[in-house]
């Protein structure tokens, strides 16, 4: 099974901007797409980005134009550029994959542990 492992989260000031990581783990067969959400307090998990293997993003309205999302597969690794930070952007961050196992070819859905990012106005 893959484990994620996300690196990067922090405090910053409005404006600035910050770099996630996330690393995939353990026995790599096949990552299909990876991606992050968030979640606020209160508040329900939302998608920020999604990335196919082959390189296709998809971005909520809120970040377009201010985040990127990448990869590279040879590292197993995804990553969140966030530029512009504002503090509604402030939340945990979790990165997603969609693992193939070697096994079955099934896909799964693997979570990481989660990343504070939190942005002072």
């Known amino acids: 099974q893959v484990q994620l492992v996300e690196s990067g989260g922090g405090l910053v000031q409005a404006g600035e901007s910050l770099r996630l990581s996330c690393a995939a783990s353990?026995?790599?067969?096949?990552?299909?797409?990876m991606g992050w959400y968030r979640q606020a307090p209160g508040q329900q998990r939302e998608l920020v980005a999604t990335?196919?293997?082959?390189?296709?993003?998809n971005y909520a309205d809120s970040v377009k134009g201010r985040f990127t999302i990448s990869r590279d597969n040879a590292k197993n690794t995804a990553y969140l550029q966030m530029n512009s930070l504002k503090p509604e952007d402030t939340a945990v961050y979790y990165c997603?994959?969609?693992?193939?196992?070697?096994?079955?070819?099934?896909?799964?859905?693997?979570w990481g542990q989660g990343t504070q990012v939190t942005v002072s106005s």
């Open positions: 990335i196919t293997s082959g390189g296709s993003t």
């Open positions: 353990g026995s790599v067969f096949r990552i299909n797409a």
């Open positions: 997603t994959a969609v693992e193939v196992t070697a096994v079955n070819r099934y896909e799964y859905n693997r």
